[in-house]
């Protein structure tokens, strides 16, 4: 290839765009980050020749000086031909695109050939175009067809005429007519004591063999033209009214320009399923991508009808779409139809050998952010983790699909209060998300912001305040001011307000939240039973006991409507509802909601800090009640585990510490205090 040039080309099977970044093979499409396609064209333009560490390097890292492992080889090359070798599939083993030469760097040996200049996706508006460029691989596989055309003349001779002979020229058979093949390459052929009318048959049937062929090639050239140019009309149509030159005013958001395309695929689409159907996957994909399930849902089952509709469907294709379903079905909370669907295509891929494989990981990752969604934290984390390694199988250590895995991993183990590993897990996929995605990635936005939740467990206050001001700032570039993202952000720092000690700032910024989920309805609901748990708990701060505790009340309803029974946000919710019945002295009341909520804790194995806490507030509630025989031993030993428990968090020992103090008197402190030690 041209050192200049930076035009599509192949590379083997992958179609190669280095202006988009992408790679692509049939329905398969690869986004690689601006390294990787600097040192793919690096390696292009040397086919077959070894480039060191340091040319990689140097491609690879800019002006940036290169790091060094202890070997000698240059890391930021490694970790970008690694990346490489995950987006095209390769195997550094059995190398069918990069080979290592030890010691000395790394070629390319895959194959490369220039897009054809009149390539289809340039000429879709030309049938005679599309037929040239088909037409250009006739000849050339006519002569890699001919041996075999004539073999099958051949045989059909023999079946309509009698036997005859093919042999090579100067061989004899007694008794039977011969054709001699000769040179076949250069298109001679002898014919030898055979009729007039076997070779009239033969050369007409060869003739009709060739036509044939031509026909097919030419109709299907011409199909995939008229597709062309319907895809190519109904882009334009959906896209004309964002233009500011014929309509000026508010330009279009990405979510109005999905719903338009969405409502013209019937009437522009209408005669081509196949390309209907991949529109509506590549709209409802995008629908996911901005949280709204609810949209999605629809498009994706239409496009899993048509599919089935028109058969032959390749098993990867219809799993990558069963699991882009069970996403959205996941986001609007309906946990069950998701599990059905994501089982439903990791048995697909099962049954046509698709395991291990990048979709199969992907899929059973799914499955392990759905047990934890649910509240099943210690089977959601095995099966994440069993995913994570079969990604890193199949797709490298430092794939951007890795770097997803891992920050679901991390969301896990904080779930559990495993902060030690959460922290690791996430800055691995961050690390990667750095070296290979954009800034403005949604899923490096994601990684983010579970940043900044780590650093609010761990009461890191001003860093996560920090981090999550940056995240919200490009969620709101990426995604307008409304939607599930935007409220994730918004809660989390509020929180962060609420430790800092900016309470009214902290009230605003979660109303904010909750408003921006105003729009998204039922599919949103359990989004805001999380953020008006949050609130509840700030309200309480300020005295405001009887407004949370309507919040409580309501969130709980959702819980109970669509969590397990013994989820931690449900426990949770009635702990702080009994608190809230204290302060407002309604004690019986908040006896029986933190008796339930300590039996759940009980069944689900939540951290024992979390079960001192409430047993140091049903305490209260019995010493208000006059059972005194029943609260003492509640309120020492909570005080105690509290105290001597590292993640328990502050406000939690001082409430517990005030209570005995209070209710019990500062001797039964000290007492408490030694028993500790």
Known sequence: MDSSTTSRFWLHEWRVDPTLGRITRGQESVQLAS??????????????????HREIEATACGDLTPTVSATGAGDAAQRCISQLRAALRDDARQPRFIQTVPRRGYRLIAPIRNECTTDLDRHADSPKAADDARARGFWPTCQRASHACLRAVSRVGQ?????????????????????????????RIELARVGLARTCASAVLLLTLGTLWWGTEREQAASDS??????????????????????????????????RALRRLDADLKDQPRVRMQMLETIARAYVHQHQGAAAVPALEEALRIRRDLGNAPPPETAATLTTLGEALQSMNRFQEARHT???????????????????????????????????FTQGLATLDASLLQMRETQGLYHTDTAGVLV????????????????????????????????????????????GQILLAQQRFDEASLVLERTLAARRQL????????????????????????LEEAEELKLAAIDALGELGDSAKLQRATVQLSLATLLMRTQQFARSEALLRESID?????LPADHLSRISAEHYLGEALLEQKKYREAESTLQTALERMRRAAVPQWRIARSQST??????????????????????????????????????????????LGKQMLWASTVHQR
Do not use: W
């Not at 062309?228 to 109005?256: H, K, Y």
């Not at 897990?425 to 990684?447: K, V």
């Not at 307008?480 to 900016?502: C, D, K, Y």
């Not at 029943?630 to 001082?654: C, E, G």
């Open 35 to 52: 390294q990787q396609v600097q040192v793919l064209l690096l390696l292009s333009r040397n086919p077959k020749l070894t480039l060191s």
């Open 159 to 187: 079946a309509a005429f009698g036997p005859f002979a093919v042999s090579r020229p100067g061989s004899s058979s007694a008794g039977l007519p011969r054709i001699g093949l000769g040179r076949i390459g250069l298109g």
């Open 226 to 259: 008229a597709n062309a140019v319907q895809l190519s009309q109904f882009m334009e149509n959906v896209f004309a009214s964002s233009d500011a030159q014929t309509t000026p005013g508010q330009p279009d958001t990405a979510q109005v320009l999905l719903g």
């Open 342 to 376: 994501y089982r439903e295509a990791l048995d697909i891929l099962r049954v046509t050998h698709y395991e291990p494989s990048r979709d199969f990981a992907a899929t059973f990752g799914r499955l392990g952010t759905l047990d934890v969604a649910q509240g099943r």
């Open 408 to 451: 679901d991993i991390s969301h896990a183990c904080q779930c559990m209060g495993n902060l030690t590993r959460a922290d690791q897990a996430l800055q691995e996929a961050q690390r990667i998300y750095r070296s290979s995605t954009a800034q403005m990635s949604p899923d490096r936005l994601t990684a983010d912001n579970a940043a």
């Open 479 to 502: 995604y307008g001011l409304r939607g599930v993202a935007i409220a994730e952000t918004l809660n989390l720092l509020a929180s962060v307000r609420n430790g800092q000690g900016r």
């Open 558 to 562: 959702i819980y109970t409507a669509t």
């Open 618 to 663: 049903l305490g209260e509630a019995l010493y208000r009640q006059g059972k005194i025989d029943l609260a003492k031993p509640l309120l020492l030993q909570s005080h105690a585990q509290l105290a001597a428990d590292p993640l328990a968090k502050q406000i939690a020992r001082d409430k517990a510490q005030q209570r005995v103090t209070t209710l």
